[in-house]
């Protein structure tokens, strides 16, 4: 029973340097989500995917991008990172209706230094 | 656009006594209303949702939030907390126009022995 998986769950990346989160879901879910917490912030939609084959910028989108790779997996790049990138991010999913409640991973924590 | 604001940032209160959770957001045609528990170092998880019916939702852990309509509000409330309590709550509403989660900024709540 292992719904949202994300890995790593801890990475600390160096300026400049990329890497990818991943993602993947196995309750058939159509639709996807990355999101990043910051202290106060609550939770910001960095990008979406609201079925397999398509993506959609949420309200933080720069410096990432993302690939829906299958229906389970949606991945996370970082390009080339930066300290404003230190963050944690969660993946999350549903069956994309408007009155369905989203099923979250554990998170990855990043440090950017 | 869609708004949600979380009134208190932290919510100290002892063991067992009641708290109550503020959440209000912006008006919209259609709501559904989703209250989200962050135990420390987890993801998200749902305690309960409002899509339609009964104001009086119910939801896991002991919890309650009641929908107003006319004040805009969907207040969490605890008849009385315990320590595994501990935790960050989160209001979200869904946007008419995309199906996307708008989340508040959280409200932590502490217990005190």
């Known amino acids: 029973n292992a719904g949202v998986t994300q890995t790593p769950k801890f990475q600390v990346l160096k300026t400049g340097q990329s890497m990818t989160l991943q993602c993947a879901q196995d309750?058939?879910?159509?639709?996807m989500y990355w999101y990043r917490q910051d202290p106060g912030m609550g939770l910001r939609l960095i990008y979406y995917?609201?079925?397999?084959?398509?993506?959609d910028k949420g309200e933080v989108p720069n410096g990432y991008n993302v690939s829906r790779l299958n229906k389970r997996e949606f991945s996370l790049r970082l390009e080339s990172a930066a300290p404003s990138q230190t963050s944690v991010y969660f993946c999350a999913s549903n069956f994309g209706q408007q009155n369905q409640p989203q099923h979250f991973g554990d998170g990855t924590r990043l440090s950017i230094l | 656009a869609q708004s949600v604001t979380q009134l208190d940032s932290q919510v100290p209160v002892f063991e067992e006594a009641p708290v109550e959770l503020r959440c209000n957001y912006s008006s919209s045609v259609s709501v559904y209303l989703f209250w989200y528990v962050q135990y420390p170092n987890q993801g998200l998880q749902l305690l309960l949702k409002?899509?339609?019916?009964s104001t009086l939702v119910k939801g896991i852990n002991g919890f309650e939030a009641e929908f107003n309509k006319s004040q805009t509000s969907f207040h969490l409330r605890k008849p009385s907390v315990h320590i595994s309590d501990t935790a960050e709550y989160f209001c979200a509403v869904s946007d008419d126009s995309n199906y996307q989660l708008i989340w508040g900024a959280g409200t932590k709540l502490i217990i005190k022995p």
């Open positions: 309750m058939n879910h159509n639709s």
């Open positions: 995917s609201a079925s397999e084959g398509t993506t």
């Open positions: 409002y899509l339609s019916g």
